[in-house]
Structures are given as structure tokens and as C-alpha cells.
């Protein structure tokens, strides 16, 4: 299978109706002069090419924030058919390419979620290089070089026009209808590829060395920082349903005017509320907002016995810029947990 | 092809067969199912019982065998148990499972076995003792104890009193409050779970099964430790909301292990280092 292509970004808006041909594509949108949301885009001109980190992660396309699974009437309940319909995602950083892949596991973990799988079948993955901000730590989450996976098209910014890596035969069959512009790789392209993704590499101002980083959670978890900066927590749940890896839901019926039929739907929810790990006779296992907040990190920085196995930040700083008392400061706080 | 998979969160029918409150606020419902899953619940594991239009809720398997017949205990406490006080003969409701590891009946094989139950705890536990007893002869000494706030909260007292005529199983019950009007179908002392526990034949290699309201795990634990039971013999049935059942939704988290997997039976030894498995406020 060839697998790096190439084509000028004269012509983008030929590609972008390539993506159209397959399905609605869902891409960056600015929604205001700091952030930008995956929303459907119907011309090139809307799309935020320049967007880094938009305000939900793309997980909201396959695990919607609200989603009816069952639905039950007088004549019984059968599960809700999810949309299928084929679609694109356009412009995914490898960050968010990484937090897929996470959540990817654990939902299609035995017994496989039937809603999340089937959106993600019928949804084409088409990726985009990024440079940094300040608040990016994907390099020291292990997750920020060029991806090699996770993807079906994946887009470098070489400048001029755009390096393309195919990732599955469905993104190499989008590709074939357009070999009239959409070139192989020539070796200088390839060169740029690589001088990109090693450059990149150098633009971030942030980060730190992750890889003792689950061993430093284990032997400072009373680190007095956990409870300085936790007691500040409002837990207002912004950095869960922020992550691109945190999965938890609640489900919840909704039940129609007469009484007779309704809706059994999964919505959001996270660790950070204060009623998440509360019991029958009133017990709650996390009941203060320092005990929720290192309960969240060690999930993302140590890892759970979940089908992940493994620390779920991907380094992505969404907790960070949407955290209102700014105690979400990783790359900060793991260099101070390390001792440096 | 995706379309056609199956949600793991639909649940089966179920037709409630009977309700029957067996002491204040608690019932005991059979539910009628033909999904075969079922039948293969076992004791210390649970179901998820889902009244459609009120939400759902796990409950434990308290029957020691389950055929096409599913025993539920129930105490009225929420807003899924009290509807589900209110049920009528022949009312469906969605069931899914069983799920998690129960007690470790094979491992129990050949060993004396004490079970430890307070309140509502007690429910998880007469699945065990009914396998146990239905399977007498594999088991060796049979202890059970069982510490309830008053007399007349005390659950399956029918169950008791056919028990107490029997020679292979000990009861040791007992009562915070034991006011001398209150009559009692089997004896029972005055004190906590943890009184008759003190008297209760005990040996360093029994295996214990405990389940009670959480505030009842660090004294029941304290005890049998300056008893010389190992951590190892120690199953405790820990409390949590699982809202789903199949490892998703997080909300059964002990630490980093998941409940409704790793559990909801744990070994003791195997919650050391997990701060927040038997503590809570």
C-alpha cells in the first residue's frame, strides 16, 4: 500500500470536496477569537485551519454527550439504532488522535459498546499537524510526535502544500479518485516531513520527563501539593468533560408526557462531582474535593485497572486553559512532584 | 456488520412473580426471566434491575441457586427502590448480568466458612449459604453472624428459624437494640456484629464472607485480625453504585480497580494499598 502522498494547498478546497464525497465533514470552527469547536463545515473558508485545541475533544462525535441507547414503550424496549451514516473528522491533532486510541479500548473492551463502535466504523479520520502553545505537553506524555496510527489520512503542513499519510486502505480508497493532484511523496517532500515533526518537536516551552511518571504518582501520593491545590477544586467537572480520555457516564431515563414510553439515555459524567462514588445509606467514598481531585490525576498520570491499563493524559492542556480555579497545571505540578 | 451489534446496556425481560415485604421497608421480589445469562448468577455477584421510566439500579443475587427464577432483596431507599415497592404482579422490568466475582465457592471447598453479615448485608449472604448448604457435604464448619439495629429488622426470619433447627450451621445473631417486648424467632444477643463475632467459633484458617454497610468493614476487619484470620481468608463484599455493570461507566472504581469486574468479592490482601476501599464518610 503506498502510504505518503502529497498535494498543494491550492488544492485544499479539491480535497475538502474529496472528504464531502464521502460524508458531512466535521472540522475546527472558530466559535469565538480564543476557541474553536468540531462542528460540520460546508466550505473550506469555515474551517480554523490554525486551531489547536478546540473546546470539546472529537470523542463528542462518537460518545455524544448525551445519547439515548434503549428506548421502551408498552410493547417492550429495544436498543436505539446509532447514526451510521458515513462522515469525516477533519483535522485531529495526534494529542486527540492518541485520546481515541484510549478511549477506543475501552469501549470496545469486551463486551464492545455498540454506539461508540458503530460511529467510529462509519466515521473517516483524517489528521493535521499542529506546532505547540504553551500549554501543549504531548512530547512528555509520549504522544506527540508524527502518529503512525490512529488514523486514516493523516496531514502534515509542509509550507506549500501537504505531506499525507495513509493510515487504513478506507483512506488510501478516498485518495484514488484524485492521483490527478494528489501525488506519491517525492524524497524532498519526505525530507520536509521529517525536518517538520523534528522541528516541532523543538517549539515546545512546556513539558517535562514523563517516563517515571507513574512510579513518582505511586511514591508521592501524600505529597502535600495534592492537598494545596485540591482544596481549591470547585469540582465543577470542567476538566472531565474537557479530556479527550475520560469516559465515565451516568444513564438516566427520560420519560415521555403520557407516561407510556421513553428513553433509557447515557449522558457525561465524572469523578470530579460530588455525588460520583456516593452509596445507598448516604456513604461517600470520595467525599471531598481533594480526595476527587487525586483521584482524577492518578488516572491520567499513573493509570487505572481499567482496559486501558495505563496513564490516559495525552498532554493535550484542555484541563489546563478550561480549569477555573487553575489548579489543572500539569506541567507544572509533575516537575514539583518529581523534586525538580 | 455495526449495525447489527448488540448494546451490552439492553437489558432482558422480566416479570415480577411476587413481592413480599419481609420486615419494614425490605422486600423480597422473584422475577420471572427466559434470558438463559441469568441462570448462571452466583452468590456474592449481582444483577442490573432496570424499571423502565425510573432507572436502575444493581442489587445483589440472594438466592443460592437461580433456574428461571431470579430473588431479589430490596430495602426501600431511593427512588428506584421505592418504585419499585410500589410494583404489581406481572409488571416487566428490564435485567441484565449476573456480573462481577461473587464468593470464591471452589476455593471455600474443604474449608470452614464464616459468614459475617450486617443490615441489608445479609442478602448477598443467604445466596452463600444457601449454595453452601445446598452442597453441605463439600463444606466443612458452617458459621453465620448476623448483627441487625432491632429486632424487627431482621431479614429472612422464616429462613432463620428452619436454620436454627439445624446441627451443621451455627447462628450467632445479635441486635444494637433488644427491647424485652420485642420477640425474636432464633436467640440473639445484645450488641454490635462485632460482639457476637467475638464469640463465635473461629479458627485462623476459616474463610470468612463478609457484607454489611461500609461503616461495618474496619471493625469486622479489626477483629478477626487479633483473631489470627489472615488477610487471605478475608472475602468482603464492598458497596458501590455501578451503573453499568461492564467496566464503562466508572463509577465503581475501589482506587483503580473496577468493581463490577475485580469485584464486587474482594480478597482482603488484594485492597491493601487502596485508600478508599473500606473508608468513606
Given at each position: ?216 504518582m505511586?511514591?508521592e501520593s501524600d505529597h502535600p501539593m495534592w492537598q494545596e491545590l485540591g482544596s481549591r477544586c470547585l469540582s465543577c467537572g470542567?476538566c472531565v ?7 465515565c ?21 465524572g469523578c470530579q462531582f460530588n455525588g460520583f462514588a456516593k452509596v445507598?445509606?448516604?456513604f461517600n467514598f470520595r467525599a471531598t474535593a481533594v480526595e476527587r481531585y487525586k483521584f482524577w490525576f492518578r488516572h491520567k498520570l499513573h493509570?487505572f ?20 480555579a487553575?489548579i489543572d ?12 | ?213 461500609p ?25 458501590r453504585h ?8 466508572g463509577h465503581c472504581f475501589v482506587s483503580g480497580k ?15 494499598g487502596l485508600p478508599e476501599a473500606i473508608e468513606c464518610e
Open positions: 500500500m503506498q502510504r505518503c502522498f502529497y498535494f498543494a494547498k491550492a488544492d485544499f478546497p479539491r480535497f475538502f470536496e474529496l472528504m464531502r464525497s464521502f460524508g458531512p465533514v466535521h472540522a475546527p470552527v472558530a466559535v469565538s477569537s480564543a476557541s474553536s469547536s468540531f462542528m460540520p463545515v460546508s466550505g473550506v473558508d469555515q474551517i480554523n485551519m490554525q486551531a489547536l485545541r478546540t473546546i470539546l475533544p472529537p470523542k463528542k462525535l462518537f460518545y455524544p454527550p448525551q445519547e439515548p441507547l434503549v428506548s421502551f414503550s408498552e410493547a417492550g424496549f429495544e436498543q436505539t439504532a446509532p447514526d451510521t451514516a458515513p462522515q469525516v473528522l477533519f483535522g485531529v491533532h495526534p494529542c486527540d488522535l492518541a485520546g481515541l486510541a484510549i478511549l477506543d479500548k475501552i469501549f470496545v473492551a469486551h463486551p464492545g459498546d455498540a454506539h461508540y463502535m458503530s460511529r467510529r466504523q462509519s466515521t473517516l479520520v483524517v489528521g493535521l499537524s499542529c506546532l505547540p502553545d504553551p500549554n501543549c505537553f504531548c512530547t512528555s506524555m509520549g504522544c506527540g510526535g508524527a502518529p503512525a496510527r490512529g488514523f486514516d489520512l493523516f496531514l502534515t503542513d509542509l509550507d506549500k502544500g501537504y505531506f499525507v499519510q495513509v493510515g487504513t486502505p478506507a483512506g488510501l480508497s478516498l485518495l484514488s479518485p484524485a492521483y490527478e493532484y494528489i501525488r506519491p511523496a517525492k524524497t524532498e517532500q519526505t525530507d520536509q516531513y521529517k525536518e517538520f515533526w523534528q522541528k516541532r518537536e523543538e517549539c515546545f516551552v512546556s513539558g517535562f520527563q514523563g517516563d517515571n511518571l507513574p512510579a513518582i505511586d511514591v470542567n468533560m474537557v479530556c479527550p480520555t475520560c469516559y457516564f451516568d444513564m438516566v431515563d427520560t420519560l415521555s408526557l403520557s407516561g407510556t414510553c421513553g428513553e433509557r439515555c447515557r449522558q457525561w459524567d445507598a445509606g448516604d493509570g485497572e481499567d482496559p486501558y491499563g495505563d496513564k490516559t493524559c495525552v498532554g493535550c492542556g484542555r484541563c489546563r486553559v478550561s480549569c477555573p487553575d497545571r500539569i506541567v507544572e505540578m509533575v516537575p514539583r512532584l518529581a523534586g525538580k | 456488520m455495526s449495525a447489527t451489534l448488540k448494546s451490552p446496556l439492553l437489558p432482558t425481560c422480566g416479570t415480577l412473580r411476587s413481592i413480599e415485604e419481609i420486615a419494614p421497608d425490605n422486600f423480597l421480589y422473584r422475577f420471572k426471566f427466559t434470558d438463559k445469562t441469568l441462570s448462571s448468577c452466583m452468590p456474592g455477584q449481582f444483577v442490573q434491575l432496570w424499571l423502565p421510566g425510573v432507572g436502575e439500579s444493581a442489587i445483589s443475587i440472594c438466592s443460592g441457586k437461580t433456574g428461571d427464577t431470579l430473588e431479589l432483596l430490596i430495602r426501600r431507599v431511593g427512588r428506584v427502590t421505592t418504585s419499585a415497592a410500589k410494583m404489581t404482579e406481572g409488571q416487566i422490568v428490564g435485567l441484565r448480568g449476573p456480573f462481577g466475582r461473587g464468593f470464591p465457592v471452589e476455593h471455600f471447598r474443604g474449608k470452614s466458612v464464616c459468614m459475617v453479615a450486617g443490615g441489608c448485608g445479609v442478602a448477598p449472604l443467604r445466596g452463600l449459604w444457601q449454595y453452601l448448604l445446598d452442597h453441605r457435604c463439600d463444606y466443612d464448619r458452617l458459621t453465620l453472624v448476623y448483627g441487625m439495629r432491632r429486632p424487627s429488622d431482621m431479614l429472612f426470619a422464616r429462613e432463620f428459624k428452619e436454620m436454627a433447627k439445624r446441627k451443621d450451621i451455627d447462628l450467632l445473631l445479635s441486635s444494637e437494640n433488644l427491647p424485652p417486648e420485642d420477640k425474636t424467632v432464633v436467640p440473639m444477643q445484645h450488641g454490635m456484629v462485632t460482639a457476637v463475632l467475638h464469640s463465635a467459633p473461629l479458627a485462623p484458617d476459616y474463610q470468612i464472607a463478609v457484607c454489611g454497610p461503616v461495618m468493614y474496619k471493625f469486622v476487619v479489626r477483629d478477626l485480625r487479633r483473631r489470627g484470620v489472615p488477610d487471605e481468608n478475608m472475602w468482603l463484599s464492598l458497596e455501578m451503573k453499568c455493570g461492564i467496566g464503562k461507566c473496577l468493581s463490577c469486574q475485580c469485584g464486587p468479592v474482594f480478597r482482603l490482601d488484594e485492597l491493601k
